[in-house]
């Protein structure tokens, strides 16, 4: 199998990286994340323009075809560049649901706007009590004259703040099913929180939500299982974006330690801070491998998707927080600044961590997968498809 990215691979790579670096440098986040709303349309806008909001739709329902490989490289890109815009929890997330779940009309309604940049997206699905047990919902779905009526709690919804439009679960004569649900329905309250890391959710709260019965998304499928491969794809991307948080604070410290002098010469001169970097990029480098084969995992069946999201995911979680340790140490006190995006990145990687599915949960997840026999002695790679 040849892993080396294509010429065309590359090119997207490297305008991903640079449009970001050119329009949304750190001090542009943080007047975006300081402004009412945490978010920039303009930006968004031109994301369309480019491209990335249609990359990984089908051609059939507008969009580009892109591959896995090609998300997780503008994942790798937003990373570096601590984007707030709702890429993952619109387009990956609650877009790809859509994709797999709605009907024609649905999809050309909702991935229509979605691609355009005028509409976005979120998924509501986990609960407080939820964890990481994806059918504990406590939300019902009852059917009413017209279609259905839900009620329930939604906390912490990703994209949330900047959503239009809310799939929501909730049970229905006891199988978990997802709703279309307009941002401003009756009887639906959205109350905005900001996260560690600068980002934003909302917390949802549904009172007797009215919705037709066209709402209904995936009258017919395994709504529950499609809701896992949903994650597992938000998962692989997320684990991307480490890879790009974690290169850029590698970057930043030797960058740092070549300029910062003390006892006469850089600290980079210093064997043992040497070693200390060195390990660092080690890391990285594991943590590519990891997030590579749980994109190529994507496709592949349950069990070896599972292994290679949930497994990559553990790793990741622990060799970016050695990473991210050791940059803020490297640096010094100027680590903590806010004039330096350093601890903007660390915080990042942290929310990661805790984001669908904490280090714990997906440690927990991989090895009761690979106690089936079959499981461990297959293939870890699979061909891009």
């Not at 259905?148 to 906390?155: A, D, H, L, R, V």
């Not at 560690?196 to 395994?222: E, F, K, Q, T, Y």
Request: charged share 25%; glycine share 10%; aromatic share 6%.
């Amino acid at each position: 199998m040849d892993l080396n990215y294509s010429d065309e691979q590359l090119l997207l790579k490297e305008s991903a990286e640079r449009f970001l670096k050119d329009r949304y440098d750190f001090e542009k986040r943080g007047k975006i994340i300081a402004s009412e709303t945490s978010f920039d349309a303009g930006i968004w806008s031109e994301m369309a323009d480019l491209g990335w909001l249609a990359l990984p739709f089908a051609e059939e329902n507008g969009g580009l075809g892109g591959r896995a490989v090609e998300i997780s490289l503008i994942m790798e890109a937003i990373g570096r560049a601590l984007m707030v815009e709702p890429y993952l929890a619109s387009i990956i997330l609650a877009g790809g649901l859509v994709e797999k779940l709605g009907s024609e009309e649905q999809r050309a309604e909702i991935l229509g706007g979605l691609i355009a940049g005028t509409s976005r997206p979120a998924l509501a699905h986990t609960e407080r009590q939820t964890g990481f047990d994806l059918d504990n919902i406590a939300a019902t779905a009852t059917k009413s004259v017209d279609g259905y009526t839900i009620s329930g709690e939604k906390p912490l919804v990703p994209g949330g703040s900047f959503a239009d439009i809310f799939l929501v679960s909730a049970t229905l004569d006891g199988t978990v099913k997802l709703f279309v649900v307009p941002a401003d329905s009756a009887g639906l309250t959205s109350t905005q929180v900001k996260l560690v890391d600068g980002s934003r959710a909302s917390d949802l709260v549904l009172d007797n939500v009215p919705v037709l019965a066209s709402a209904l998304l995936g009258a017919a499928a395994d709504t529950l299982a499609e809701i896992e491969a949903a994650y597992d794809r938000a998962n692989a991307a997320l684990a991307s974006e480490a890879v790009g948080i974690m290169d850029a604070l590698m970057d930043a410290t030797v960058a740092y330690t070549k300029e910062r002098v003390q006892f006469g010469k850089p600290l980079a001169a210093f064997q043992a801070l040497q070693h200390r970097m060195a390990e660092m990029a080690v890391k990285c480098q594991e943590a590519r491998g990891s997030a590579l084969l749980a994109t190529l995992s994507l496709d592949a069946p349950r069990p070896t998707r599972v292994r290679g999201v949930s497994g990559a995911r553990a790793k990741i979680g622990k060799v970016s927080r050695s990473v991210a340790q050791e940059a803020i140490q490297l640096h010094g006190a100027m680590g903590f600044s806010e004039e330096m995006p350093v601890g903007a990145w660390f915080r990042r990687l942290y929310a990661i961590e805790n984001t669908f599915g904490t280090t714990a949960d997906h440690l927990k997840r991989y090895g009761e997968i690979i106690r089936d026999p079959a499981v461990l002695s297959g293939s870890l790679l699979r061909e891009p498809v």
